[in-house]
């Protein structure tokens, strides 16, 4: 099958303690006289800091990974923040990293990023509590690999590091789980679960990203999404389960586009989009929103009781980096099944959609009818909705409401064998849909990494 270009729209103080793998003794500094526990296989330098398996580390003030230098968190590993927070003005504690880091997390050992046990509780899910992961445009490389990131989403205020460096403006802003900003790093988001936090899971600002294999759940409070791309990014995004993002799962945009930062850059493909749009203050968005001059090829996914179809606005400005789109995009065969619940939050003042599919169905200004979703399977009555079924082997499709977005470890996103979802997506024959990392990869810490092959099925999973 091939398918036609349609037109789309100082290094701060840390309180560090160490349990488990290290002894009483074993001590941690981030300066220039770095330490790192000796024995336990782990290998340290001036230039790298280890973090050794099953350590717990407490972080009560801000911690930096130095320019120049890396650490390596190993399996197990336990980083948990003091919601506190820093100074007088109580300014969430952040995750700096200035240099290079490597979450070298297992399925049997992930690594967590939280706070302590007794806040880890349903009402703090959207709280915001600490800073979350910022690598600035000095960190060249970052592997986030089984690891949770949870509870993040602080608001950035006067003296937060991000402030102070300007990536984030006080009073305006609050922190994603992850952050980048370096147009040429290197980063590999796999195999984990960002879940929790008030903003973003992940907010790219520029750098080389694979985004695969990851659980994102409740990401945003009264905006945000699942991954926002900016200009200065070229991203393979696929393979991802999002539920309930408060926008979209996928905000593409190639905002901030200059003669410094490219055109934004994104293959997404084979992602599972569930619940999202119901949450957002207003209407904006309801699963894949792509604007100003991103370069998106969005396919083979899977939208699951999300509010609307993917956006495109100010389609009829093409190739406009303030206003519109890149004219060589894509986004179709996409599956769009609706459940049958209606939502507990309805903006009757604008679109009055109550249900999934009456969103699928509704005349948006900003769908591109007829070129956007042209060969996609989309649910537009109620009627269709049975028909059009994914089949999940654990999700109750027309049961779990709409705004829910507390992420429930036993449901099952793949597929029955019957399932509608097996069959008619896109070959992956057609080389400007090939995944930017799929052959020659991104190599990180040495090692190269390379992004998912493009499955012909919608979603995530297939069988099992």
Request: aromatic residues 10%; hydrophobic residues 35%.
């Amino acid at each position: 099958m091939k398918l036609k270009n349609y037109l789309l729209a100082g290094t701060a103080l840390v309180a560090l303690s160490f349990m488990a793998a290290c002894s009483e003794d074993d001590t941690v500094s981030n300066g220039n006289d770095t330490e790192t526990p000796e024995g336990n296989g782990n290998e340290s330098n001036d230039d790298v800091i280890v973090w050794p398996a099953d350590t717990v580390v407490t972080l009560t003030n801000h911690y930096t990974v130095p320019e120049g230098k890396s650490l390596i968190i190993k399996e197990g590993a336990q980083i948990i923040v003091s919601t506190d927070g820093v100074g007088a003005n109580h300014a969430p504690v952040e995750f700096t990293v200035n240099g290079n880091l490597y979450c070298e997390g297992t399925a049997e050992k992930p690594i967590l990023f939280s706070v302590p046990q007794d806040e880890r509780t349903e009402a703090n899910a959207l709280a915001g509590l600490w800073g979350g992961i910022v690598a600035t445009s000095t960190c060249a490389e970052m592997l986030i690999d089984h690891t949770i990131i949870e509870y993040t989403g602080g608001q950035v205020i006067s003296g937060s590091p991000a402030a102070n460096a300007n990536i984030y403006t006080a009073g305006d802003d609050a922190y994603p789980q992850i952050t980048t900003d370096n147009i040429n790093g290197h980063y590999v988001i796999t195999n984990s679960i960002l879940r929790n936090g008030w903003s973003d899971g992940i907010y790219l600002m520029g750098g080389n990203a694979i985004i695969a294999n990851n659980i994102f759940a409740a990401n945003g409070y009264d905006g945000a999404e699942a991954v926002n791309v900016k200009a200065g990014c070229v991203v393979d995004v696929a393979g991802n389960v999002m539920f309930s993002p408060n926008t979209n799962g996928l905000k593409l945009s190639s905002s901030g586009q200059s003669e410094d930062r490219n055109m934004a850059k994104i293959q997404a493909y084979n992602n599972t989009i569930i619940n999202a749009g119901w949450r957002r203050d207003g209407e904006k968005g309801g699963c894949v929103y792509a604007e100003k001059n991103a370069l998106v090829n969005v396919f083979n996914n899977l939208m699951v009781n999300c509010k609307f179809r993917a956006m495109t606005p100010n389609y009829d400005q093409p190739n406009n980096p303030d206003e519109g789109y890149c004219s060589q995009s894509v986004i179709d065969y996409n599956y769009y099944a609706s459940g049958t619940q209606k939502s507990d939050i309805v903006f009757e003042d604008e679109s009055g959609v109550a249900y999934s599919w009456e969103g699928y169905a509704y005349k948006h200004k900003n769908y591109y009818e007829g070129v956007v979703d042209a060969h996609s399977i989309i649910t537009k009555s109620e009627a269709e909705c049975a028909v059009n079924d994914p089949k999940f082997v654990n999700f109750p499709i027309n049961d779990v409401a709409l705004t829910d977005y507390i992420y429930q470890d036993a449901w099952d996103f793949h597929v029955q064998a019957d399932s509608p979802v097996l069959t008619g997506a896109y070959d992956g024959n057609d080389e400007a849909m090939a995944p930017y990392f799929g052959t020659e990869g991104l190599k990180v810490n040495g090692q190269t990494y390379t992004s998912p092959a493009v499955e012909a099925r919608y979603g995530a999973y297939g069988t099992k």
